[in-house]
Structure formats: structure tokens, C-alpha cells
């Protein structure tokens, strides 16, 4: 597509319920990232994808916290047993290049996550 | 550690005024990306402006322009003739030039801008 696409654009879990949250980057772009932003605050970095290969995951809040991109394009954002400070928007971007360059990262819509 | 610094947490203007927003950054690299991205009410994040350290020329782009100031790590963002579909949140990035972390952005917390018709 013509742009990074994600969904759901909304979501709303009850608390302990798994979730799973979808990416569709641009295609032939080679980055991926996933950020949460809390409402009020700026994105900040859950864990970062070259190809298929998860190089970064250091900002996942917890080990409930999962991400995947089996072939290299669509990646899955899986949060198990959701609590309540797992509320916020789960944005995905993509770029053209590896780590770096300069280039930047094109952002979805992303999702809204609201665990009750 | 890098940092960015929004401190203003919201402006709002009259259309047609000019606004300018701050943005005050911290890291230890003497090379690096700063970013401005737009984010609407639609929620995405949409990119405005890339520049690199090494390069502090100024930079304008139709109403939009960038002051890049490294001796007080400043990059502010200024909007001339304001316009209602300026209405946003504008955050403020900061990316390592190269090495570890590099495709990571980090941003401020933002400023929430309301041109008034």
C-alpha cells in the first residue's frame, strides 16, 4: 500500500485478555518499528525489525510484551494478560533502509488500546 | 542518554499569526538527526523536516521554517501565516547519527498547537 497500515485502529480488552495488534509497513521497506505513546506524551520505543530479524526489543515494558515479522513485512504486536497501564497508542513505522541513514520513518495511524 | 524538551505543552493562536515552537535537545554524539513530525487529530505521525548536525543552515519550506541552533542544541520550528488545518500536535525527535540505537527516535513530549479561525 501507499502507506504504513495498521489495525485494529481501536481496541478494547478487558483486563488479562491477549491482544494482537497489526502491521502492514510500506512495501519494500526493509525497518520496522513499533512505539507506545501514552496519552499526553511523546512515542517511545518498544522494539525494532530488520527484515525479519528482531534486532532491538530493549524497550518492551515486560515480558508480556511480544513482536514478530516471520517474512519480513507484516509484524504482529501480541501483549499478553493486559493490565490497565497497557492502555495507549501502538504506533508502527517503517523505513527504507537499516539501522540509521539517513532516512526517515513513515508512521501509521496506529492502534488505541484501552483495557477496562 | 539523549534527551528532548517540549516545554511548551500548548500554544494556541489566532489564524494568520505567527507561532513559533521550541524544541531543546540533549545527547553526548557530535553527530546526529533531528526530526520534526506533525501528528493530527487522525492520529498518525507525519514527517516534516530531517537535518543533520554538521549542517545548521536554516531551512524554510513554504510557511514552515526551521531554526537550527547547535551552540544551544535548539531546533525551533516556526509557522508564518498560521492556518486552522495547522491545528496538531508537533513533536520534536532526536536519532544517533550511527552506532548502537541509531534507528531509534527519541521524542519530546510534544506541543499541542490551536490556530483559532
Known amino acids: 500500500g501507499a502507506g504504513v497500515s495498521q489495525s485494529p485502529r481501536y481496541k478494547v480488552a478487558k483486563r488479562g485478555q491477549d491482544v494482537a495488534l497489526r502491521c502492514d509497513p510500506i512495501?519494500?521497506?526493509?525497518?520496522l518499528f513499533w512505539y507506545q505513546q501514552a496519552l499526553g506524551q511523546g512515542p517511545e520505543f518498544l522494539t525494532y525489525?530488520?527484515?525479519?530479524?528482531?534486532?532491538?526489543k530493549s524497550g518492551l515494558p515486560s515480558d508480556r510484551f511480544f513482536a514478530e515479522r516471520p517474512e519480513g513485512s507484516v509484524s504482529t504486536l501480541k501483549i499478553q494478560r493486559t493490565q490497565q497501564e497497557d492502555s495507549a497508542v501502538y504506533l508502527c513505522?517503517?523505513?527504507?533502509?537499516?539501522?540509521?541513514?539517513?532516512?526517515?520513518?513513515?508512521f501509521g495511524q496506529g492502534t488505541r488500546l484501552t483495557v477496562v | 542518554a539523549q534527551k528532548v524538551t517540549q516545554a511548551q505543552t500548548e500554544i494556541s493562536v489566532v489564524e494568520k499569526e505567527d507561532v513559533t515552537l521550541d524544541c531543546v535537545y540533549e545527547?553526548?554524539?557530535?553527530?546526529?538527526?533531528l526530526f520534526w513530525y506533525k501528528q493530527p487529530p487522525s492520529g498518525e505521525l507525519v514527517f516534516l523536516i530531517r537535518r543533520n548536525s554538521f549542517d545548521e543552515q536554516n531551512e524554510i519550506s513554504g510557511r514552515y521554517s526551521w531554526n537550527f541552533q547547535k551552540s544551544t542544541s535548539s531546533f525551533n520550528f516556526t509557522i508564518t501565516a498560521s492556518q486552522v488545518v495547522d491545528s496538531a500536535v508537533y513533536f520534536c525527535?532526536?536519532?544517533?547519527?550511527?552506532?548502537?540505537?541509531?534507528?531509534?527516535?527519541?521524542f519530546g513530549k510534544g506541543t499541542k498547537l490551536s490556530v483559532i479561525p
Open positions: 525489525f530488520q527484515n525479519e530479524a528482531q534486532l532491538d
Open positions: 513505522a517503517s523505513s527504507l533502509t537499516p539501522t540509521g541513514g539517513g532516512t526517515e520513518a513513515f
Open positions: 512495501s519494500g521497506h526493509v525497518s
Open positions: 545527547t553526548r554524539d557530535t553527530t546526529y538527526y
Open positions: 525527535a532526536l536519532r544517533r547519527y550511527s552506532g548502537a540505537g541509531s534507528y531509534q527516535l527519541t
